[in-house]
């Protein structure tokens, strides 16, 4: 199965609704508190992402997806489990 990478601060109802989504399809994923984060990490993040400034920010292996938004549409149009290999 493929890494599900989520970018996240704790407070944020979006990036518990991302972590919800997860769990509740058994999906294993490593949460990265942006708090937590280097400069230099956040400014590598910022590559990655285009500049994405909102969280959480979720990655499926290498590729970035986008918020919660973007992951509960992959999962209700059946992609998230495409993509993860499922």
Not at 22 to 40: E, Q
Not at 69 to 86: C, F, H, Y
């Amino acid at each position: 199965m493929t890494q599900v990478s989520l970018y996240i601060k704790e407070e944020c109802p979006y990036c518990k609704a991302a972590i919800q989504l997860l769990h509740d399809k058994g999906i294993k994923y490593t949460a990265i508190s942006v708090y937590d984060m280097r400069p230099d990490e956040r400014n590598e993040l910022a590559l990655r992402t285009n500049n994405h400034r909102t969280v959480p920010q979720i990655f499926i292996g290498e590729t970035f997806i986008g918020g919660f938004d973007q992951l509960n549409k992959l999962n209700r149009n059946g992609e998230l489990d495409t993509m993860l290999g499922a």
